[in-house]
């Protein structure tokens, strides 16, 4: 049991690392916090599951993801919203539908790159297990 919560501290380590580096790239600015309803008022009424890197960075210290593939699977969530509301051909659309396609790409890149695969299978383990 010990060595799988230190498995899993490692792993909110890790996470924290890949949030912190996405959430400062200024690409992706406007995923870092959650759509402003004052702002996007009949956002809600589109989304109905929204995301954004500082929940994703609370939900790292909640101890709610197990492995990285829970972590991208909001990744991807953040990336679906940008495309379902934003769908138009104006240039604004384009522009954050680019960059939600971007965001995914340098989020599972950086996590293939600098995840050791079985140190993932292992929390995949302890996660299926709980
Ligand atoms: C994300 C998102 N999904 O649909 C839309 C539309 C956006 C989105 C929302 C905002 N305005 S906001 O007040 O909700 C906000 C500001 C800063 C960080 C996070 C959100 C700005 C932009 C933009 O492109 O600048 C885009």
């Given amino acids: 049991f010990e060595t799988e919560e230190h498995t899993l501290r490692e792993l909110r380590i890790f996470l924290r690392e890949i949030c912190k580096k996405l959430a400062n790239n200024r690409l992706f600015y406007m995923f870092t916090k959650p759509v402003d309803t004052e702002e996007v008022p009949d956002y809600p009424t589109i989304i109905k599951q929204p995301m954004d890197l500082e929940t994703m960075m609370t939900k ?13 699977n909001d990744i991807e969530l953040i990336v679906q919203n940008a495309l379902e509301y934003n769908p138009a051909k104006t240039s604004a659309d384009k522009q954050i539908r680019h960059r939600a396609c971007s965001l995914r790409d340098y989020a599972f890149t950086l996590i293939k790159n600098e995840m050791d ?14």
């Fill in 117 to 130: 695969s079985d140190f993932e299978d292992k929390c995949q383990d302890i996660s299926k297990k709980r």
């Fill in 60 to 72: 790292v210290d909640f101890h709610q993801y197990e492995c990285a593939k829970d972590f991208l």
